[in-house]
């Protein structure tokens, strides 16, 4: 008996520490306030790291077809990360601003509307779920753009990653760094918190605050693959041969990803309660108890959808689009055809 008690008590002594650990809940704070700019980094890394290297060690997949896969991730990745960027940054700074200062560029119509029982605005629930939506909305707004440049560059990158296997000495590191976009954010970000059907669909929806990045991230996979498919179909640089791979590869990973995704991330968040009911006891006196929940509801998905889109997936997605591409070409050529059985 005195053995499991104390056992329990160091148990909870140690997450009490890990809750209260301060590169814990800065991170956390961090991702809150720039929750696309994570996302997108954390694309960035999967798709030009863990995918890539997840791909080739696939066994039974024609090399052509799995330098093709690999190229679509890291164009994807490189892409979303410089759109998200250069449209995530100056909305996250304009939504600072009036986080400040909302007085100066919101009507107080909507101050009030918004803040509702809580003393101030950028505590109420409805404002966080408004301001969050509009950050998250930058993986939104790029997803069209970012599908057509992410396949106008797979025969850039391959053409390029083909270069450099006789040309060694060739190592050149663009970095892309974010356009400082500034003025009309702050005005653009207010007029949609000061429209009067975007408070309602705010106070209408604020309740599924939790849920904002799982719900973004099925919306963005679902256009992104949508416009990918089209743009590869039409694209007159990519090999013909390997567009229907590409499509196949793109297809199983989308619908897949988003359909184990939902499931994955719901059944998570059901059984991590009891761990985030904890975090709040030991954190109920922090004023960034908010910030620190936000930032976590946004590590979740993230985390879930990366592993599962980037790491597990392009093994059965590239197996999937191999076999289908060749069985389709068996058929187009006569052989192994049910219709021309005489």
Do not use: C
């Amino acid at each position: 008996m005195h053995l499991a008690k104390v056992k329990v008590n160091n148990s909870g002594t140690n997450f009490k520490g890990l809750a209260n650990n301060k590169l814990v809940l800065n991170s956390l704070e961090t991702i809150s306030k720039h929750p696309s700019s994570f996302i997108a980094t954390t694309t960035l890394v999967a798709s030009s790291v863990i995918r890539p290297f997840v791909i080739s060690k696939t066994p039974g997949v024609d090399k052509e077809n799995k330098k093709y896969f690999s190229t679509d991730a890291i164009a994807s990745g490189l892409t979303k990360f410089a759109l998200v960027e250069a449209i995530s940054l100056p909305i996250e700074g304009a939504i600072k601003k009036i986080d400040n200062n909302p007085s100066k560029y919101l009507n107080k119509t909507t101050i009030e509307n918004l803040k509702e029982n809580s003393k101030e605005l950028v505590n109420s629930k409805n404002y966080k779920f408004a301001t969050q939506i509009i950050k998250q909305s930058a993986t939104l707004i790029s997803s069209i753009p970012k599908s057509v440049i992410s396949v106008s560059l797979i025969p850039v990158i391959f053409d390029l990653v083909e270069s450099k296997k006789n040309k060694k000495d060739n190592n050149k590191n663009n970095e892309t760094k974010p356009l400082p976009f500034k003025g009309v954010f702050e005005k653009g970000v207010s007029k949609v918190l000061n429209s009067d059907n975007f408070q309602k669909i705010v106070k209408k929806n604020s309740k599924n605050s939790d849920n904002i990045t799982r719900n973004m991230a099925i919306l963005s996979d679902i256009l992104l693959t949508s416009t990918s498919i089209i743009k590869t179909k039409t694209s007159k640089k990519i090999d013909e041969n390997k567009k229907n791979p590409l499509i196949y590869n793109k297809l199983f990973s989308s619908l897949a990803s988003v359909f184990m995704g939902y499931g994955i991330d719901k059944y998570a968040q059901a059984k991590l309660e009891p761990v985030v009911e904890k975090f709040k006891e030991v954190n109920k006196n922090d004023v960034k108890l908010s910030k620190y929940l936000e930032g976590i509801n946004i590590l979740r998905p993230t985390l879930i959808f990366a592993a599962l889109y980037y790491g597990i997936l392009p093994i059965f997605s590239s197996i999937f689009a191999d076999k289908i591409d060749k069985f389709t070409d068996k058929i187009k050529k006569g052989e192994n055809n049910p219709f021309n059985k005489n």
